[in-house]
């Protein structure tokens, strides 16, 4: 027994590349935080838009009070040891009735880490299940990386519309999740996610990755909060936890940080989008 997986849900995570479901709230607690996260929406619109999607974490102080919530990061350690940088969050939130989708594709791809043994934590704050287009994974694929060819799909809601082709969808396994639960995936799984065909909004906030401090950024230096543990290496910028909702200091640490995610994450690309 790990300090909240089971040895099977470990083994499980190394030989599929994903573990789903994770409890770590209460339902009841997932919708204090949505309704914090929609408060802020009402308040501050613009920091939910476009490439502000990314890192609200950074700014908002019932987002940083889940990248520190104490059960994720007990889960996060039975995978990747007890020193684990947070590099970053992203909002993926697909409206009710929402054609956006996000076509199959690996994180590690445009991420820029090395080496890819870093989790993401996807962690649900209302229900999502197929009828809301929740997180479908490929597993066993962690092993190799493949091509992706860039769509700039309109709807297509992943920064480039990045694509693998030729998946066999058939082996697909969705991973449903009540609000509160999470699932975890390697960096390198190949995953993907369909519209949302249901009346409520699917609102996943996805920590990522959750990493030991080895790992390296090798594109250029950027920043990552230390959430667990100690780091040695010293590879990333600390980032500091917001002490209140829209500092200005943290928005201009944010938008720092997503412009040099932009660069990366855009690298060799026939083009930009703010996404
Ligand atoms: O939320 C989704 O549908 C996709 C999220 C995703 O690609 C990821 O968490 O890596």
């Not at 590349?17 to 607690?29: C, N, T, V």
């Not at 200091?249 to 997503?258: G, W």
Request: hydrophobic share 35%; proline share 5%.
């Amino acid at each position: 027994m790990g300090k909240k997986l089971t040895e099977d849900q470990i083994s499980s995570f190394h030989r599929d590349g994903f573990l789903s479901p994770i409890d770590i709230f209460s339902e009841e607690k997932a919708l204090f935080y949505r309704q914090e996260l929609e408060k802020a929406e009402k308040k501050w619109p613009e920091a939910f838009e476009g490439a502000s999607r990314q890192n609200a974490h950074l700014c908002f102080t019932c987002l940083d009070e889940i990248v520190h919530n104490q059960d994720l990061l007990d889960a996060a350690e039975d995978i990747v040891g007890p020193n684990i940088l947070n590099y970053g969050t992203v909002l993926f939130i697909k409206e009710a009735n929402d054609p956006g989708f996000v076509s199959w594709h690996q994180d590690a791809k445009y991420m820029g880490l090395e080496p890819h043994v870093g989790i993401t934590a996807w962690l649900a704050l209302s229900k999502s299940d197929d009828e809301s287009g929740c997180m479908q994974m490929i597993p066993g694929s962690h092993g190799s990386m493949r091509d992706h060819n860039d769509t700039f799909g309109e709807k297509n809601i992943l920064t480039r519309g990045q694509e693998v082709e030729g998946v066999d969808e058939t082996k697909a396994i969705s991973t449903p999740l009540r609000p509160g639960q999470a699932s975890f995936h390697s960096a390198s799984i190949l995953h993907s996610s369909q519209p949302n065909r249901s009346d409520d909004r699917r609102i996943g906030f996805v920590i990522q990755p959750l990493m030991p401090p080895f790992v390296t950024q090798t594109k250029s230096r950027v920043g990552a909060q230390l959430v667990r543990g100690e780091d040695k290496f010293g590879h990333f910028d600390t980032l500091q936890r917001p002490s209140k909702d829209m500092d200005p200091a943290d928005v201009a640490t944010r938008d720092k940080i997503n412009k040099i995610w932009k660069e990366h994450l855009y690298e060799g690309a026939e083009k930009t989008r703010d996404l």
